[in-house]
């Protein structure tokens, strides 16, 4: 067994009880949380202009010095009381009456809760589960941990997101391998769970980092969420300590060194597997797609925001960040933006075209556009498609890396609001009867067989390929909050509100209009429980936004560079 940096390594099969990583944790547990709040300028307001990096320096190293102290302004049915496992915390401190759901959610959110030596440590991914399914879903997917973790932080019940986050910091520096190949360091899991051993009087964790995963795929994602979640805790507490910690910050290096390696790469995007996040199964997702392209940015952004630039490394990898966010705020606001305008220039690109004067720079036939495209696009209204590659564009539009490009401020202020447009003009497609739709539209037939490899769980209009996800509602009302379209939120709220509970909250719906129950959803989904609270916490104090919001970088301006350009600077 090897010691690096404060963790220990360790096989992912193997246990982690009684071992030196009770130590990391209860260490900077034991570190009372500083609390604090931003007052005239936050790390969040760190411009990319800002990074050349003996200016960053120069303010201290860190962010400490635009924080002062603040007094707890929680929307509580908690009363923002510390809760234990299991423990439901009575409403104690509220000034209006919740909606009754909102108390039944709180509740099976509790119960989701799972314990690790005493200690809350994140929530399984099913509340209730029937015997066949126990093996699944009693894991905590760090996926489905972040709406938990943002229902708890606006509770102002931060305990459960630290230990998480440390924990999974810790697995992160297990040694991973799949058969005989070793991933990369920076490799967060899918998914751990705790094992009870009632006779050693111990718990262990087990954690999968793509080797037990259905296709042997490893979750980009994780590593991602981990640095948004991290940014949204530091934002909320105001605790700087855990970010700026040694431990952490090696971490958000770790992952920063995996995904800005360099290659052959010839675009800034991020290239991948099929089936490497939410939608975690083959469903032609390969390549480049936008929901890892929209969470890539994001944590490049929060990850720049949080690295402390006094030691060497940080420096470089900060620089390397800056320069990936401009190429890549370019490239996906100019190639994966799809308006009428733009479909209309698609429609007409010419082919074959060779050198770097090319117009049509992919080489997209214009016949590989699908018809729906035509009928679906209004004058008013616009999105990222699903995947810019050579000679391929996928035109499905998909709920997650919309509107993560618009807390990202990937999208342009005209963007955001032209995605939110398109809900409102295409509202029966897009949230039907439930919100949410996960992609648009479902595929069919032949295309199915091909694209899914016949898989039957991803059947049109079911789960991943058109399925309807209440967990999206979350995302939806961050993306509404932002963009000052709160009745489009509210609609969508009421909707869920008039089923969710009545159906069980449900995983996902199915169906052109998401009417029905999944064919193979589970009830009690946590994150269907979790993405409802956060929704509506999110609506009745809008402010709980900026943990998960970031606002436009002027240094990311479209007008900063000229397409004409792209290629040669
Ligand atoms: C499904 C979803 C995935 C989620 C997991 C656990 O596999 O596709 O995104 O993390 O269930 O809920």
């Known amino acids: 067994m090897e010691v690096a940096g404060g963790m220990r390594k360790a096989s992912s099969h193997a246990s982690m009880a009684g071992e030196p990583d009770d130590f990391d944790l209860t260490r900077l547990l034991n570190h009372r949380p500083r609390i604090n709040v931003e007052r005239q300028r936050s790390f969040d307001d760190r411009s990319l202009a800002d990074l050349s990096i003996s200016g960053a320096a120069s303010r201290g190293g860190g962010w400490g010095g635009y924080m002062e102290s603040y007094e707890s302004m929680y929307y509580s049915p908690g009363g923002g009381q510390r809760s234990f496992c299991g423990t439901p915390a009575s409403s104690t401190r509220l000034s209006f009456e919740p909606h009754p759901l909102v108390f039944e959610a709180w509740d099976a959110l509790r119960r989701s809760l799972v314990c690790f030596r005493g200690q809350p440590l994140g929530t399984i991914a099913a509340v209730h589960h029937s015997s066949d399914e126990v093996l699944n879903y009693d894991q905590v997917f760090v996926r489905d941990f972040v709406p938990s973790a943002l229902a708890f932080l606006m509770n102002g019940e931060p305990e459960i997101v630290k230990n998480f986050l440390l924990k999974t910091l810790l697995l992160q520096g297990w040694e991973k391998r799949i058969d005989r190949f070793k991933l990369g360091e920076g490799a967060m899991p899918a998914s751990f769970k705790v094992l009870k051993d009632p006779k050693r009087g111990v718990d262990r964790l087990v954690a999968d980092f793509g080797e037990s995963a259905i296709g042997r795929v490893a979750p980009v994602d994780s590593g991602f969420w981990w640095i948004i979640l991290l940014r949204a805790y530091t934002k909320s507490t105001g605790d700087l300590s855990l970010a700026e910690s040694p431990e952490c910050q090696k971490g958000i290096r770790l992952i920063m060194n995996q995904c800005l390696a ?264 946590t994150w269907s429980v979790a993405g409802y609270l956060v929704a509506k916490m999110m609506l009745e104090d809008p402010s709980h936004l900026g943990m998960i919001s970031l606002e436009e970088d002027k240094a990311l301006k479209p007008s900063v560079l000229k397409r004409s350009a792209s290629w040669t600077v």
């Open 262 to 525: 360099e290659g052959f790469d010839t675009l800034p995007t991020l290239l991948c597997a099929d089936g490497c996040c939410m939608i975690d199964r083959r469903m032609g997702v390969y390549g480049y797609p936008i929901e890892i392209q929209a969470l890539f940015f994001m944590a490049l952004r929060c990850a720049v925001l949080m690295l402390k630039p006094d030691a060497a490394e940080g420096k470089e990898t900060m620089e390397r960040i800056a320069t990936r966010l401009h190429a890549m705020s370019y490239h996906m606001r100019s190639y994966f933006w799809l308006d009428f305008q733009q479909l209309n220039d698609v429609y007409r690109y010419k082919t074959e075209e060779y050198s770097h004067t090319a117009v049509n720079k992919f080489n997209v036939i214009p016949e590989s556009i699908p018809d729906w495209v035509f009928d679906f696009m209004p004058s008013r209204g616009g999105y990222f498609v699903g995947n810019v590659s050579p000679a391929r564009m996928d035109f499905r539009w998909f709920a997650l890396g919309n509107f993560v490009a618009i807390l990202a401020s990937l999208a342009t202020p005209e963007q955001s609001a032209a995605i939110m447009d398109l809900v409102e003009e295409r509202w029966e497609d897009l949230i039907g009867e439930m919100p949410l739709k996960i992609s648009f539209p479902a595929i069919e037939a032949h295309e199915w067989q091909i694209v899914t490899g016949c898989d039957p769980k991803n059947t049109r209009w079911s789960y991943h390929n058109g399925g309807s996800w209440p967990v999206l509602l979350w995302l939806l009302t961050a993306a509404c909050v932002k963009t000052g379209r709160l009745k489009i939120a509210r609609r969508a709220i009421e909707l869920a509100e008039a089923r969710l509970a009545r159906d069980g909250w449900p995983e996902y719906y199915d169906g052109k209009l998401g009417r029905y129950v999944g064919k193979q959803a589970r009830k009690l989904q």
